[in-house]
């Protein structure tokens, strides 16, 4: 019994040892022993995801312990043919390898499943097959691509650090979801480290380690979640533009946005199998055949431009306000309202605190841009509550995170130490 804490206790330790002494941490200038304990926090709340997952009632479709059950056999292929390891993860048992959107049958579907499983088969050489401690060497990487998102976000605003750290690191479902053992904190990572490395390489204009990260980290989103690599492109792309030349550069944005949906229509016309509108409606077709207590009826999406405007309302409700206050069933369902009125609350301030003020940089534009793409697309093919509440928390850290760090903090601070409302122009 023992033997089964002590790999736990052991990367706990050398976790917060690299967290406390290593100077990638140290660049973001949150004291150690806050990292320290948001890296505790986040691993506390991963063993609670895992024991929760491991109820009777959620442990037939708890894909988390689905994917450490399967890296067995993927430790075992690593230690004996190493080669072979990585060589199956380029290859795969279908007549075809699939169509990059289709979600069965698909080399490219499996793929993210492939990935994250490999993944946890690497660590389990190290904690010796212990989920909880597999737990730990999970959350350390997720701690590095928050950390990576943070000093991004940080490097242009002057908001209290306080108030961004817990915009990126402690949004409650995102913590939740963002932590246990699964592809979400690694995705969110992974999206964290390259626009960080993407900002460094706007400076630098050079080839560089972050160069190679760029890349990497791309590749890592694209095998995990391809939609998301691809809904990336057009928004750094756009931020690339407006650093190149910041005057009304919010109008590069809208002119990437338009003629990437111009050129998905031009694409659908000239051969139907590059029809955008057909895999999302055909992601809709998949989850309408689930069945679940958490079910959102909504009427079917056809591959119709017509369709889509005639959806974007129920699209808009299922990705942003869902659940509804009738909808509560359970006490999660009660906190996830509550968070959403949360957001309600920073988005209004946001806003009203922004309007007719300086422009947001353009990074901030960049996730605003992408995180809204991401969380649309959601709503037009995610019919479940349950659903939407997790693919949600991996956006919430690129949507809030900047709408925080533009909000007038240092006003508010005048304010309530004199008393009195101020004549102080401008906003942080």
Same mark, same amino acid.
């Not at 072979?84 to 048992?93: D, N």
């Not at 209004?348 to 605003?368: D, E, M, V």
């Given at each position: ?56 009632? =959620? *442990?037939?479709?708890? $894909? ?22 990585? =060589?199956?993860? /380029? ?5 075809? =390898?699939?169509?990059?959107? @289709? ?27 212990? !989920?909880?401690? $597999? ?11 928050? $950390? ?16 961004? /750290? ?13 932590? #246990?053992?699964?592809?979400? #904190? ?17 400076? =630098? ?8 990260? +760029? ?6 989103? /694209?095998?995990?979640?391809?939609? @998301? %690599? ?7 792309? %756009?931020?690339?533009?407006?650093? *190149? ?6 109008? !590069? ?6 003629? #990437? ?19 999302? %409606? ?25 369709? @889509? ?7 808009? $409700? ?31 301030? /946001? ?37 939407? @509440? ?22 508010? +601070?005048?304010?309530?130490?004199? #008393? ?9």
């Amino acid at each position: 019994m023992i033997s089964e804490y002590l790999p736990f206790t052991f990367y706990l330790m050398v976790g917060c040892w690299l967290i406390y002494s290593r100077r990638l941490f140290k660049l973001s200038g949150i004291p150690s022993w806050v990292m320290m304990l948001v890296f505790c926090l986040k691993v506390a709340v991963g063993v609670l995801y895992g024991l929760y997952f491991n109820l009777p009632k =959620q *442990r037939t479709g708890a $894909d988390t312990w689905r994917f450490f059950k399967e890296s067995f056999y993927e430790t075992d292929l690593l230690k004996q043919h190493p080669f072979e390891f990585v =060589q199956s993860l /380029f290859v795969h048992g279908y007549q075809q =390898q699939g169509n990059l959107f @289709v979600g069965s049958n698909s080399y490219w579907n499996d793929l993210k499943e492939n990935v994250v499983i490999k993944f946890i088969a690497i660590c389990n050489l190290l904690t010796g097959t212990q !989920y909880y401690a $597999d737990v730990v060497l999970f959350n350390f990487c997720f701690m590095v691509g928050l $950390d990576a998102l943070y000093k991004t976000i940080k490097s242009q605003s002057s908001a209290p650090p306080a108030a961004i /750290f817990a915009s990126v690191f402690l949004l409650p479902s995102t913590l939740f979801w963002g932590s #246990g053992l699964h592809k979400d #904190g690694l995705l969110i990572s992974a999206i964290g480290v390259l626009m960080y490395c993407f900002q460094r390489q706007l400076v =630098q204009k050079r080839w560089s380690i972050h160069t190679v990260w +760029l890349i990497l980290s791309f590749l890592f989103i /694209f095998a995990i979640k391809n939609f @998301v %690599a691809l809904a990336i492109f057009p928004a750094l792309l %756009a931020w690339w533009l407006a650093e *190149r030349n910041k005057q009304r550069y919010q109008y !590069y944005f809208i002119a990437v946005y338009c003629g #990437g949906l111009l050129l998905m229509m031009m694409l659908s016309v000239m051969h139907p199998s590059l029809n955008a509108l057909k895999y999302i %409606a055909n992601k809709q077709q998949e989850f309408l055949q689930l069945s679940g207590n958490s079910a959102i009826p909504v009427p079917p999406l056809l591959p119709t431009l017509e369709s @889509v405007f005639h959806y974007l309302p129920t699209a808009i $409700d299922v990705a942003f306000f869902r659940p509804h206050l009738f909808e509560i069933k359970n006490p999660a369902y009660a906190l996830s309202f509550m968070e959403n009125i949360g957001y309600a609350c920073v988005v209004i301030a /946001f806003i009203w605190f922004t309007r007719n003020k300086r422009r947001l940089p353009p990074f901030y534009t960049c996730c605003l841009f992408f995180s809204l793409s991401i969380l649309l697309l959601d709503g037009f093919t995610v019919t479940f509550t349950g659903a939407i @509440v997790r693919y949600r928390s991996l956006m919430l850290p690129f949507l809030i995170g900047p709408m925080v760090a533009m909000l007038p903090f240092k006003r508010w +601070l005048w304010v309530a130490g004199n #008393g009195k409302k101020t004549g102080i122009q401008g906003s942080i």
